[in-house]
């Protein structure tokens, strides 16, 4: 098992892509720290791995203060002695748009989804520098960050701002071996089940059949199963010289996003005045302009939403 001896610890894990991830995760070798602020699912995630020969311990606590953060590393340094995978995927939604947005519901995503990721990456990797023995952090992201989704300010600005931590952390802990990447998701889920969308490959899933081809293939869009390989991959040493990535996984499909690059340069002698944009602007820069928000094809007849 390529993580047979190590310890890992999934934040939001009691079902859902967690739940995956921290199985896939036990069935490759590691011990794993389970975190759920529901007692129960946490409770059954443990029994499940442990019913299936694994190692686990449940931490109930919401994902967000610093108390949390250390919390999960002191359990798994006391409960299995070491600590050297972190996954933070908990997160919560609270959709709406920009004019009804409440400041809770902007704060709340935002205090989950990216100070969780700050306060457990830090308490995280405090303990694997001073181990000494590097590590694995692997933070989930969305391509809600990467491209915009309407009536999501809230959880966009939280999952863009994950994917621009991670490729800080990856220079800062380069020198101490810790591996930084981001994952992005695209799978049947509670957050992707109210997508009209995807409704047919959600129905599919939730009756145990196959999620039908268009979906897996043409979208990337699959089952929590499909995303798991991939975070156990990049808790391995097989990934060891993979950092500061962002690789996007669903149904049959692995992706690897660019970084931002420039997609146009153009210098004006002197500056850009105004007048000198103006006229500019039409033949230059025009052609440049970048698309915003997921452009789906069309569904094939049989999977659209009975209007």
Not at 2 to 16: C, H, M, N, P
Not at 79 to 89: A, H, K
Not at 198 to 209: H, I, K, N, S, Y
């Amino acid at each position: 098992m390529s993580l047979d001896g190590k310890v890992a610890i999934v934040t939001g894990s009691g079902r859902g892509l967690g739940l995956a991830y921290a199985l896939e995760l036990a069935r490759q070798g590691a011990a794993v720290v389970v975190n759920d602020v529901d007692a129960a699912a946490a409770a059954e995630a443990v029994a499940t791995i442990e019913a299936h020969g694994g190692r686990a311990v449940a931490v109930v606590a919401p994902v967000g203060p610093t108390a949390t953060a250390q919390a999960l590393v002191t359990a798994a340094v006391d409960r299995f002695g070491r600590l050297d995978v972190l996954v933070t995927n908990a997160g919560v939604l609270r959709d709406a748009v920009l004019w009804k947005m409440s400041d809770d519901e902007f704060d709340t995503v935002i205090d989950v989804h990216l100070r969780g990721t700050f306060t457990t990456v830090r308490a995280a990797v405090r303990h694997m520098r001073q181990a000494g023995e590097g590590g694995r952090v692997i933070c989930i992201g969305s391509p809600t960050g990467q491209r915009g989704t309407f009536g999501q300010t809230n959880y966009a600005a939280a999952k863009a701002g994950i994917v621009g931590m991670v490729r800080t952390w990856a220079l800062e802990l380069e020198r101490a071996g810790i591996t930084v990447n981001a994952v992005v998701p695209v799978a049947a889920t509670a957050m992707t089940a109210t997508v009209p969308y995807f409704a047919a490959a959600v129905r599919a899933e939730a009756r145990g059949e196959p999620v039908p081809a268009f979906f897996r293939h043409d979208l990337g869009f699959g089952t929590a199963d499909d995303v798991a390989g991939l975070v156990a991959f990049l808790a391995s040493a097989a990934a060891g010289a993979v950092t500061g990535q962002v690789i996007g996984v669903g149904g049959d499909r692995i992706q690897i996003w660019t970084h931002p690059e420039t997609a146009v340069t153009a210098h004006h002698k002197g500056g850009w005045s105004y007048d000198a944009i103006v006229a500019a602007w039409p033949t230059t820069f025009a052609g440049a302009l970048q698309p915003v928000g997921e452009r789906f094809p069309d569904l094939p007849e049989p999977f659209r939403p009975v209007s």
